[in-house]
Structures are given as structure tokens and as C-alpha cells.
């Protein structure tokens, strides 16, 4: 893996805000962006497509290997397009379905190997803005900067519940509390790079602050870190 581009790491669980954070902080920064959350649901999506099923191992490793994948922002630069062999399939992996079924081939050894070098190809000049609940810990374990974005499941389960109310998805508050617990819950079990913070990783939790807030946070541990690391921007 070539170290000829910083890298910035945002962990979390589900929810925390890290796609939105990252996005941002890759435009302000000038750098590319891997959403590898994104990454698991396409491969789940194209599991689904493909009549593929969790416990079909070898066939989803297959999978894996073949994946095309491209992140690039909207005209607006509000959005994050998520692009499979250059189909746009944003919204086809957003939902419940290809979410739960994420959750459950990213606990499979196999596959996460099968993914490794897909996502250390991100890594590109001028630099990088990795999310995920690896990144830190394994995918980018040299990265000059990691974050913990964490919140509480509450609040969490709030910040889905308005996504879903406003593409006009009914669901149940307590019903999305409960599965973002269960999901906590299997992702830090998990014997394959638990969700848990880096060792060296700094924690935001954003319980209550606004995007800007966080963003603000974060820009300032960007700073500070590519200073002490001799990166010049």
C-alpha cells in the first residue's frame, strides 16, 4: 500500500454522521473520498441482484473481487453518487434490506480480505477521507489522523427516522432504536476487525451538535495533525 497520500479516518457506528462529515471534509480538504460502508452495500446489493445469500461464501468473495467502484459528488456538491461498473445505484443501497444484509456479510472473513484491496486503491494524491468502522484500525492503520464519530442509538435512530419519513418510508422510532442496537451490537462482536476506536484514535461524539459543529471540530484536528506530520497543503 503506497504512503504517498495522507489519509483522514472517521470510525463510527451506523448513523453517527459519518458520510455526511466525511463528504464535507474531503471537499474542504481537496481530497478523494471512500465511503467503505457503501462499499459492503454494494456488494450486498449485488449479492441481492444476484440471488447470492450470506452464507454463500465463495460466491460472495467472488463478488467482491469484481466490484467497480466510484464515489463522486452531485453537480450541487451536496451529495455523494455512488457508482457500480458506472450505474448509478445511490438510493439501491440505502435500503433496510441491503443495509441488514451489509451488516451480515461484513462479518465474514473472506470477504472483508476479498475488499482490502479495493479500498487501499482509494489511496491517491493529494489525499484521503476514509469512513467507515474499520478504517483506522485496519484498512488505514498508518492513516496521519483517525476519528471515532460516535452518538447515541437515540439519537441515531432519530436521525434515520426523518431520512425515512422524508423519501415517505413509515417505520417505527423504537423499531429502528432496537435494529441500530442489534447492529451495534453484532459489529463489535464480530471476531474480523470489531467496530471499536483505534488505539490512537480520537473520539467526537455528536450527540447533539450540528453538522457545522462537528465539521468545525473536525477541520481543527486536521489541521493539527498534518502540521505535527510535516504535510504541506
Known amino acids: 500500500m503506497s504512503r504517498s497520500a495522507p489519509v483522514v479516518t472517521i470510525d463510527g457506528p451506523s448513523g453517527a454522521g459519518k458520510g455526511t462529515i466525511a463528504r464535507l471534509l474531503a471537499q474542504q480538504l481537496g481530497y478523494h473520498l471512500l465511503d467503505s460502508g457503501a462499499i459492503y452495500r454494494i456488494l450486498a446489493l449485488a449479492a441481492h441482484e444476484s440471488s447470492v445469500g450470506p452464507d454463500e461464501i465463495t460466491d460472495l468473495t467472488e463478488l467482491a ?3 467497480e467502484v466510484e464515489f463522486r459528488l452531485n453537480e ?34 473472506e470477504v ?12 491517491k494524491p493529494p489525499g484521503l477521507v476514509a469512513d467507515g468502522r474499520d478504517m483506522g484500525t485496519v484498512v488505514f492503520a498508518d492513516a496521519e489522523l483517525k476519528i471515532f464519530l460516535t452518538a447515541t442509538p437515540l439519537e441515531r435512530a432519530k436521525r434515520r427516522y426523518k431520512q425515512l419519513m ?21 459489529d463489535a462482536d464480530r471476531k ?17 451538535m450540528t453538522v457545522d459543529q462537528v465539521l468545525m471540530r473536525l477541520m481543527s484536528l486536521v489541521r493539527e495533525a498534518l502540521s505535527e506530520s510535516g504535510v504541506v497543503r
Request: aromatic share 2%; with cysteine; charged share 25%.
Open 65 to 67: 473481487r469484481n466490484l
Open 166 to 186: 422524508v423519501k415517505g418510508i413509515g417505520v417505527s422510532l423504537p423499531a429502528l432504536v432496537r435494529e441500530i442496537e442489534q447492529r451495534d451490537q453484532r
Open 112 to 123: 472483508r480480505l476479498a475488499l482490502l484491496d479495493l479500498q487501499h486503491g482509494f489511496r
Open 192 to 208: 474480523l476487525a470489531p467496530l471499536r476506536p483505534a488505539s490512537d484514535a480520537i473520539t467526537v461524539d455528536s450527540t447533539g
Open 76 to 109: 450541487s456538491g451536496c451529495e455523494t453518487q455512488v457508482l457500480l461498473s458506472d450505474q448509478l445505484i445511490t438510493d439501491r443501497i440505502r435500503t433496510e434490506i441491503v443495509g441488514n444484509l451489509a451488516s451480515q456479510i461484513a462479518v465474514i472473513p
